[in-house]
């Protein structure tokens, strides 16, 4: 029996990274491949502590972008100029920050990794009827690669992307541009995704129903959630 969540359901928006195309996984090894390019183990030999200090600097600084308070261009350097100048990196950190920084996205966006369970959901998806839609604060170029790395763009009707519109998600026009394009209303709407903060409550707050997939075992934020799950298998039991 079809689950509430789905009643009066025509659209269905989905995060792409960590929701469907494997990010964390894709990144490590795009991580890799750059640190290795770019001879980064003269200065830091242990790429253990390069991702460390990479991730912890490229985390905060995606929560900044999500919210509005940096911008795409600045977070894309910033995130190698730290790690480079953290490190001890003798030349331009900048200019090598960028370089690096171009390197990985064309590296990432070749790794084919998905979610487990992410091809049969879309397939379910639209065998029931459902437009299927990733609605994500990626960057143009990069993340319809990703879907062709991973077999997945011929299962997704629109791709709506903060670069399209200017506003990341949680914030509300990213939203309604969202609703625009799809065509549906407010009601008609179900958004899975893995980021309590940016998918879940920022859709909640759009109106739209939730799916929670917290395969990464966070907490999720009170009052946003329809429903939560570990995997996707379950949400295909649901359609």
């Avoid at 990144?27 to 640190?35: F, I, K, Q, V």
């Avoid at 437009?131 to 991973?150: D, E, P, T, W």
Wanted: charge should be negative; aromatic fraction near 10%; proline fraction near 3%.
């Amino acid at each position: 029996m079809k689950h509430l969540v789905f009643d009066g359901v025509t659209t269905v928006f989905i995060d792409l990274d960590d929701t469907l195309w494997w990010f964390s996984a894709n990144s490590l090894e795009a991580l890799r491949h750059t640190y290795e390019h770019f001879g980064v183990a003269r200065f830091e030999p242990d790429f253990d502590k390069f991702e460390e200090i990479y991730e912890t600097r490229n985390s905060a600084l995606w929560h900044e972008y999500h919210h509005g308070r940096v911008e795409r261009d600045f977070l894309m350097v910033e995130r190698y100029r730290h790690v480079l100048q953290q490190v001890g990196f003798d030349g331009d950190c900048t200019a090598t920050g960028s370089a690096m920084n171009a390197y990985y996205l064309d590296v990432l966006a070749e790794q084919p990794l998905v979610v487990p369970g992410a091809k049969s959901l879309l397939e379910a998806l639209h065998k029931h009827g459902y437009q299927v839609n990733v609605l994500s604060n990626g960057f143009a170029g990069v993340q319809q690669r990703k879907l062709r790395s991973g077999g997945l763009d011929h299962l997704i009707d629109h791709v709506v992307l903060s670069d399209d519109c200017g506003i990341t998600k949680p914030l509300p026009g990213i939203f309604d541009y969202a609703q625009q394009v799809s065509g549906a209303t407010a009601d008609e709407v179900v958004m899975i995704g893995d980021d309590p903060d940016t998918d879940i409550a920022g859709s909640h707050a759009a109106g739209w129903r939730t799916i929670y997939f917290n395969f990464k075992n966070r907490p999720a934020i009170e009052g946003t959630v329809t429903v939560e799950v570990s995997s996707l298998a379950e949400i295909e039991k649901m359609l």
